[in-house]
T-cell receptor, first 117, second 111 residues
């Protein structure tokens, strides 16, 4: 069966510090991978998605970046965190033969709670 | 861009009653509409998907309707239980595109 891991579970970082969140998926090949942020009182905001190694699509311009160095590894990074980067970060995967589709079921990881002080 | 409206106020109901949650959308009519459940501090979990040519979908105690004329989906939980308490998110997309999620509605089922 497929599983998705995220770490760390919680993180407290000072403003201006770097960030690296990691997501790995097991039990599937060539998944679509997604990074979402959920801020307090807000919905899920899609940040990045990837349909393959090295292929990243950015949905929201900001000081975050994503990379997919391996098929089942997705990393979210920042060089300098802002207060507004605080939130609940969720990684998700879906199976798709031709990129993201509205019919795809998305499977979410446990999330990382990031607090920027 | 697509705008999704879900009731921001929590829905409080008694155990055994039917809970009905609403998802309204503007702009284009999506080809697919999905419902997810999210517990506090956890990632969302997929529940049901309905296509634009389907009027209704059922899964155990869950029922989803999709009215493309009204641009609305209703999500029903029959014989609700305290364990059904959670936030329910609707998400939609055209054919080949990423999902757009609503903010969700919190459901509280009291014993």
């Amino acid at each position: 069966s497929q599983t998705i891991h995220q770490w760390p579970a919680t993180l407290v970082q000072p403003v201006g510090s770097p960030l690296s969140l990691e997501c790995t998926v097991e039990g599937t090949s060539n998944p679509n991978l997604y990074w979402y942020r959920q801020a307090a009182g807000r919905g899920l905001q899609l940040l990045f998605y990837s349909v393959g190694i090295g292929q990243i699509s950015s949905e929201v311009p900001q000081n975050l970046s994503a990379s997919r160095p391996q098929d089942r590894q997705f990393i979210l990074s920042s060089k300098k965190l802002l207060l507004s980067d605080s939130g609940f970060y969720l990684c998700a995967w879906s199976e798709s033969l031709s990129g993201p589709a509205g019919s795809d079921t998305q499977y979410f990881g446990p999330g990382t709670r990031l607090t920027v002080l | 861009s697509q705008k999704i409206e879900q009731n921001s106020e929590a829905l409080n109901i008694q155990e055994g009653k039917t809970a009905t949650l609403t998802c309204n959308y503007t702009n284009y009519s999506p080809a697919y509409l999905q419902w997810y459940r999210q517990d506090p501090g956890r990632g969302p979990v997929f529940l049901l998907l309905i296509r634009e040519n389907e009027k209704e979908k059922r899964k155990e105690r869950l029922k989803v309707t999709f009215d493309t004329t009204l641009k609305q989906s209703l999500f029903h939980i029959t014989a609700s239980q305290p364990a059904d308490s959670a936030t329910y998110l609707c998400a939609l997309a055209p054919g080949y595109s990423t999902l757009t999620f609503g903010k969700g509605t919190m459901l509280l089922v009291s014993p």
